[in-house]
């Protein structure tokens, strides 16, 4: 019987091993900055507008901003609407707050996957 209680003693101190083992492993210095993608919501809007935003080094919010401000339809955006059929193009340069924007269609010309940057923060949205 003394074998199998300190058995049972033994393994309740186990999960306690790993919480203390847990605890001590190091954590990111205080000077760590890792930089990851964060996915934007953009808000209800009844015409077409920019989606999938997705930020990196930056505030939802201005990428939300920065966004809406190049998706916009010339001359206020960068979109160029070529034909009754919603081809699109994207007006070169465009720089909106700051940030260089670039664009590429896709799905035969229906869809922008359009990037903007400046330095180490970007954009990214589909239009």
Do not use: W
Not at 40 to 51: A, E, V
């Amino acid at each position: 019987m003394s074998a199998a209680r300190s058995l049972i003693i033994g393994l309740a101190f186990v999960p306690v091993l790993f919480v203390a083992a847990a605890m001590a492993a190091p954590s990111p210095g205080p000077d760590a900055h890792v930089t990851k993608e964060k996915s934007c919501r953009s808000p209800f809007k009844p015409k077409r507008i920019p989606q999938g935003i997705k930020a990196t080094g930056i505030r939802c919010a201005t990428a939300v901003k920065v966004a809406f401000a190049a998706g916009d339809k010339t001359p206020s955006g960068c979109v160029k609407f070529l034909d009754s059929e919603n081809h699109l193009a994207f007006a070169r340069p465009c720089v909106r707050h700051g940030y260089r924007c670039t664009a590429r269609t896709s799905v035969q010309g229906l869809v922008l996957n359009t990037t903007c940057k400046r330095g180490g923060k970007t954009i990214r949205f589909q239009y």
